[in-house]
C-alpha cells in the first residue's frame, strides 16, 4: 500500500512540473505577417530553433505569436537566453 501511494505521489509530481513547464500554445504557430503592408519589426517564437526571431508585422491580422520585442517574447514563451543575438528573417 505505502508502495502504491509512493508512485502516485512521484506521478502526480511529475504532472504538475509537466503542466507548468508547458508553453503557451501561442508560441508553437508560425509568424504570420499578415495582408496588410505596414512594416513593424516584430518577433515571433521559433520552436524549432528555441528563440525569439525578429520578423516584419504587416500590421493587421497575423495571430497571437507576436511581440513588440524580444525580451516580451522571452517572458512569454522561453527560449534559449544563452544567446543574446537576435535571428533575423529575411522574406
Given at each position: 500500500?505505502?508502495?502504491l501511494?509512493?508512485?502516485?505521489?512521484?506521478?502526480?509530481?511529475?504532472?504538475?512540473?509537466?503542466?507548468?513547464?508547458?508553453?503557451?500554445?501561442?508560441?508553437?504557430?508560425?509568424?504570420?505577417?499578415?495582408?496588410?503592408?505596414?512594416m513593424?519589426?516584430?518577433?515571433?517564437?521559433?520552436?524549432?530553433?528555441?528563440?525569439c526571431?525578429?520578423?516584419?508585422?504587416?500590421?493587421?491580422?497575423?495571430?497571437?505569436?507576436?511581440?513588440?520585442?524580444?525580451?516580451?517574447?522571452?517572458?512569454?514563451?522561453?527560449?534559449?537566453?544563452?544567446?543574446?543575438?537576435?535571428?533575423?528573417?529575411?522574406?
Amino acid at each position: 500500500m505505502i508502495k502504491l501511494l509512493f508512485r502516485l505521489l512521484i506521478l502526480l509530481n511529475s504532472l504538475i512540473i509537466i503542466t507548468r513547464c508547458a508553453r503557451p500554445t501561442e508560441c508553437e504557430l508560425p509568424f504570420a505577417t499578415g495582408p496588410c503592408r505596414a512594416m513593424f519589426s516584430s518577433f515571433y517564437f521559433n520552436p524549432s530553433t528555441n528563440q525569439c526571431e525578429e520578423f516584419v508585422y504587416g500590421g493587421c491580422d497575423g495571430n497571437a505569436n507576436r511581440f513588440e520585442n524580444k525580451e516580451e517574447c522571452l517572458a512569454r514563451c522561453g527560449g534559449n537566453n544563452h544567446q543574446n543575438e537576435i535571428v533575423h528573417q529575411d522574406e
